[in-house]
């Protein structure tokens, strides 16, 4: 596996791949992998015969107050995870070969940028949006993989894709969870033992959703109404939002359908966390 830390490096690579007739596919993370990182990876290593898995903590998508310092960065352990699951190129540039001195283009996904994620975390989805601009355009990967855990992420990029009329396909692969339910996530590690329990209820809320669906309530404030019921069991988290939107407009729906995203965030402890069901 080779490591490469320039975007003329990556570009070469692409190229070169795409001469000698492979399907080129991008992993885009921010290190610290986890099975959800590997997920992703594997699948593309499925579909594709040349996977690149980019490492980099983005720091334009990152408020002033959040955590970039402290963001856990696990180099090593990342190659040894991306190479077994079958990845051939390391992209793991520095922030100054991302963001030369004096940058001044940003992507702005309008509308989208504000909702969920982006409602309390203003500026977030235009720092995702332009590292990963900067990513499919540098890679020009056939697909690129990202996660449903992040999903309103991938309504902001499925929209800048179409937009940017970018040659590349979106796909989207599922949560990935521990045993107990957590959906997996780098910031999980910031969790002490009392914590992880109250998170559950994060995933909890999830299954009461999607039970509910099932015997078939459709209406959304009923849906809303009994999630917040299962987030009073833990009085001590702080509950972000919680909506039940269209994926591709991230606007809320009053009645839910095959489609329909179901997503959570909450502030527990220090450490925000998000959760999610896509309606089937
Ligand atoms: P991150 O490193 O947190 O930026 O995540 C990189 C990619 O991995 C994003 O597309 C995430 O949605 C995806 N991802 C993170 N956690 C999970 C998970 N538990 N299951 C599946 N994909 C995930």
Request: aromatic share 6%; net charge negative.
């Given at each position: 596996m080779q490591i490469i830390r320039t975007v003329s490096e990556l570009r070469r690579w692409s190229r070169e791949q795409r001469a000698s007739g492979k399907i080129i596919g991008l992993v885009p993370t921010m290190g610290a992998l986890h099975a959800g990182h590997a997920s992703l990876i594997r699948a593309a290593h499925k579909e594709c015969n040349a996977v690149a898995v980019s490492i980099f903590v983005n720091?334009?998508?990152?408020?002033?107050?959040?955590?970039f310092s402290r963001y856990p960065r696990t180099f090593d352990a990342d190659c040894a995870l991306a190479e077994k699951e079958g990845a051939e190129v390391i992209f793991a540039p520095g922030v100054e070969e991302i963001y030369p001195a004096g940058a001044a283009t940003f992507v702005e996904v309008e509308?989208?940028?504000?909702?969920?994620d982006g409602a309390s975390r203003p500026g977030h989805f235009r720092g995702v949006a332009t590292v990963v601009a900067k990513l499919l355009i540098a890679a020009d990967p056939d697909r690129a993989y990202f996660g449903q855990k992040d999903a309103a992420q991938v309504a902001v990029l499925r929209r800048m894709v179409a937009d940017l009329r970018l040659g590349t396909e979106i796909v989207v692969c599922p949560i990935v969870r521990d045993t107990d339910g957590l959906a997996l996530s780098?910031?999980?590690?910031?969790?002490s033992t009392a914590e992880r329990q109250q998170a559950l209820v994060l995933s909890r809320s999830i299954r009461t959703v999607e039970s509910l669906y099932a015997q078939g309530e459709r209406n959304s404030a009923k849906l809303l109404a009994a999630v917040k019921e299962v987030f009073?069991?833990?009085?001590e988290i702080r509950i972000d939002y919680i909506e039940i939107v269209d994926?591709?407009?991230l606007l809320p729906v009053e009645t839910a359908m095959p489609g329909t995203l179901f997503a959570v965030a909450a502030v527990v402890g220090s450490t925000r966390l998000i959760d999610n069901t896509v309606l089937r």
């Amino acid at each position: 596996m080779q490591i490469i830390r320039t975007v003329s490096e990556l570009r070469r690579w692409s190229r070169e791949q795409r001469a000698s007739g492979k399907i080129i596919g991008l992993v885009p993370t921010m290190g610290a992998l986890h099975a959800g990182h590997a997920s992703l990876i594997r699948a593309a290593h499925k579909e594709c015969n040349a996977v690149a898995v980019s490492i980099f903590v983005n720091p334009t998508q990152f408020g002033p107050n959040e955590d970039f310092s402290r963001y856990p960065r696990t180099f090593d352990a990342d190659c040894a995870l991306a190479e077994k699951e079958g990845a051939e190129v390391i992209f793991a540039p520095g922030v100054e070969e991302i963001y030369p001195a004096g940058a001044a283009t940003f992507v702005e996904v309008e509308g989208l940028s504000d909702r969920l994620d982006g409602a309390s975390r203003p500026g977030h989805f235009r720092g995702v949006a332009t590292v990963v601009a900067k990513l499919l355009i540098a890679a020009d990967p056939d697909r690129a993989y990202f996660g449903q855990k992040d999903a309103a992420q991938v309504a902001v990029l499925r929209r800048m894709v179409a937009d940017l009329r970018l040659g590349t396909e979106i796909v989207v692969c599922p949560i990935v969870r521990d045993t107990d339910g957590l959906a997996l996530s780098s910031r999980n590690v910031y969790l002490s033992t009392a914590e992880r329990q109250q998170a559950l209820v994060l995933s909890r809320s999830i299954r009461t959703v999607e039970s509910l669906y099932a015997q078939g309530e459709r209406n959304s404030a009923k849906l809303l109404a009994a999630v917040k019921e299962v987030f009073s069991t833990e009085p001590e988290i702080r509950i972000d939002y919680i909506e039940i939107v269209d994926w591709a407009t991230l606007l809320p729906v009053e009645t839910a359908m095959p489609g329909t995203l179901f997503a959570v965030a909450a502030v527990v402890g220090s450490t925000r966390l998000i959760d999610n069901t896509v309606l089937r």
